[in-house]
């Protein structure tokens, strides 16, 4: 069974276009994070929720929503897709109560390259 | 400001030994992470260190000082398959635990 999972793993679309892709984990865990790794492999958190809570949300333009409809799923939403959004997004979840517990796993990893 | 630095590529012979370095300045610190990458593929969880001193796990071990905000990932009988990006995180305090990734450092493990 796969602990996090991402959909879809590939993804081509035009400039302007509003996608989503979706985020499951079946850790139990209360966290889950979005991350974006660019074309430099340069690792970037963007959004994180706790028990469907945003907890993070970093300097990331208002074109990206995410959303939890509860603990284990995390959604992201870009409108008006750009070329710059181009990367590979992370899905990731923790657990919590403190040092290695807050140890992070990842999903697979969504390719989006905007055209 | 948060920085992590690390090398960006390092190159070490089958069998070798490696060290990979990582130095940090974050505001606060709540443990470190060391993750390794495969091209194309998850980061997947390597070691945490939250304490001062070494902790080991096979044929990788992991150092920290606090004092110093330096860690390092040494990799032992390398193979292979070890040849990957190599990717420290840093959890500082007050963030609703977030890491922050260093760039990376990519491993090519040769015959």
Known sequence: DTAVSQTPKYLVTQMGNDKSIKCEQNLGHDTMY???QDSKKFLKIMFSYNNKELIINETVPNRFSPKSPDKAHLNLHINSLELGDSAVYFCASRSSGGGLRET?????????LVL | GQNIDQPTEMTATEGAIVQINCTYQTSGFNGLFWYQQHAGEAPTFLSYNVLDGLEEKGR???FLSRSKGYSYLLLKELQMKDSASYL????????????IFGAGTRLAVHP
């Open chain 1, 34 to 36: 979005w991350y974006k």
């Open chain 1, 104 to 112: 992070q796993y990842f999903g697979p990893g969504t390719r989006l």
């Open chain 2, 60 to 62: 990788f071990s992991s």
């Open chain 2, 88 to 99: 420290c995180a840093v959890m500082p305090s007050g963030g609703y635990n977030k890491l």
